[in-house]
Nanobody, 122 residues
Framework: QLQLVESGGGLVQPGGSLRLSCAAS????????IGWFRQAPGKEREGVSCISSRNTYYADSVKGRFAISRDGAKNTIYLQMNNLKPEDTALYYC?????????????????YGQGTQVTVSS
């Protein structure tokens, strides 16, 4: 079974940057659509970004600030987050959909990681 491990979270000041990683072993992430989600206390889960062989997706709240990318050699998906705001504070986790059918609001992800905490505060 695919296991996803996130890393790269932490405490950062507003305007700062972080790069999150989503890594897997045993299975190539090239065969999956990978999404990043976040959930803040008391709020619903939000789809942040997604990457597939067909397309990429960004939530309006992060467009122009976040960038998703794939490193096949490292079997890792990255989420570069720039100009972070306090409202970006949340638990971020990645998820995978197999087979890769592209990113869309109706994508159902089969595998989820445990998440990495991002806190944006001065």
């Amino acid at each position: 079974q695919l296991q996803l491990v996130e890393s790269g979270g932490g405490l950062v000041q507003p305007g700062g940057s972080l790069r999150l990683s989503c890594a897997a072993s045993k299975f190539s992430l090239d065969d999956y659509a990978i999404g990043w989600f976040r959930q803040a206390p008391g709020k619903e889960r939000e789809g942040v970004s997604c990457i597939s062989s067909r397309n990429t997706y960004y939530a309006d709240s992060v467009k122009g600030r976040f960038a998703i990318s794939r490193d096949g050699a490292k079997n890792t998906i990255y989420l570069q987050m720039n100009n972070l705001k306090p409202e970006d504070t949340a638990l971020y986790y990645c998820a995978a959909d197999y087979p890769d059918r592209g990113c869309s609001p109706s994508t159902i992800f089969d595998y989820y990681g445990q998440g990495t905490q991002v806190t944006v505060s001065s």
